[in-house]
């Protein structure tokens, strides 16, 4: 993996290079700007943030069940039909262009992405990118670091397309975080993201332990919430089946039980795969520390406030998807949206 020439240091916004001088991260103890900030690589990978976060939970998670949600792994389209859906049906347009992927975890569309033959620079706030970079990191065009969404080391304005899937609703403030996600956007560039809708399915059951397991340090969450999910796993398990009456058992566990069950959304993943989703994505519901909701009409009213246009957003995917251009000139801002 070697330094992106769009690399900053964030003090100084100068190019950043290693200590050992050949660009080559996995043989340095450093990266360093001519002004003299210094960002360590620790297990090869550059550190702009402690791991000690809102989003440390994520790191573990991810760290946890680093293959789950790879295509490669579970030898279905999920992840890629979500992806192209975001990029508007099509992931050949990002072929040969720079992507700066924000809040990369594991990598579930970031191999993605490195397989279209896009140029990425992945990053993520939480220890999530030690996952990522044992999934991709022997991609030539690749390179991960942990950072934050709203402070990314890369120079403004120079990405072809800067993607935020399944993020934005998890930091402090979502409005800011698309702000920021703008200002890595090349003019004429394209920025691609999600948000939770206001249906996001919150049950009670969800609702009350997420006020608990948030009182509880992160370690303690996690183990409590993965031991709570195996357990509720074997009366799921007896729904998995279109069997006469289990449908009316899958209902009555949607309503009532906090795991997050995908059998009628992916039957295609089989027992084994959704027994590791339900699990995986029980912890995410359960253990995030901020979980916004924003309607159509904000999503759209923010991407028009930070200046884009061409935007194109629907409800779908993780509640609502939204593309937008950067203008190419002071006058394309008056150009009108579509939903």
């Known amino acids: ?142 390179f991960v670091c942990q950072a934050d969404a709203r402070a990314v080391p890369v120079a403004p304005n120079s990405f072809d397309f800067v993607v935020c899937l399944g993020v934005i609703q998890h930091t ?37 332990l997420r006020g608990v397991f948030l009182r509880l340090p992160q370690a303690a969450a996690t183990k409590v919430s993965l031991s709570l999910s195996r357990a509720l796993l074997p009366l799921h398990k007896l729904g998995w089946n279109n069997k006469r009456g289990r449908w009316r058992l899958r209902r009555q566990l949607q309503k009532f039980s906090p795991l997050v069950d995908y059998y009628d959304v992916y039957p295609e993943l089989g027992e084994k795969m959704l027994a590791e989703w339900a699990v995986l994505d029980t912890h995410d519901t359960l253990t995030d520390y901020h979980k916004h909701q924003r309607s159509l009409e904000e999503i759209e009213s923010c991407l028009v406030n930070c200046g884009l246009v061409e935007i194109e957003a629907c409800y779908g995917g993780n509640g609502i998807e939204a593309r937008a251009k950067m203008p190419t000139a002071s006058g394309d801002a008056a150009m009108s949206t579509e939903a």
Not at 46 to 64: E, L, T
Not at 101 to 120: I, K, Q
Not at 182 to 197: E, M, Q, R
């Open 1 to 142: 993996m070697r330094v992106p020439s769009k690399l900053r240091c964030l003090d100084h916004s100068l190019p950043l290079t290693t200590t050992n001088g050949d660009g080559s991260v996995e043989d340095s103890a450093a990266l360093v700007c001519e002004l003299g900030c210094q960002i360590l690589i620790v297990r090869r990978i550059p550190r702009f943030v402690d791991s000690a976060n809102y989003a440390a939970s994520f790191g573990a998670q991810w760290n946890a069940f680093r293959r789950t949600q790879l295509d490669s792994y579970t030898h279905t389209t999920i992840s890629r039909d979500r992806l192209a859906k975001a990029f508007g049906g099509d992931l050949e347009v990002v072929r040969g262009k720079t992507v700066l992927e924000v809040g990369c975890g594991a990598g579930r569309f970031t191999e993605l992405l490195l397989m279209a033959d896009a140029r990425v620079v992945a990053c993520d706030l939480s220890s999530a990118v030690e996952a990522n970079y044992a999934n991709c990191g022997e991609w030539p065009d690749y």
């Open 172 to 208: 402090p403030s979502p409005e800011e975080t698309i702000e920021a996600l703008v200002g890595y956007t090349k003019p004429g560039g394209t920025l691609v993201i999600d948000h939770y809708a206001p249906t996001y399915p919150a049950t009670f059951s969800r609702r009350l």
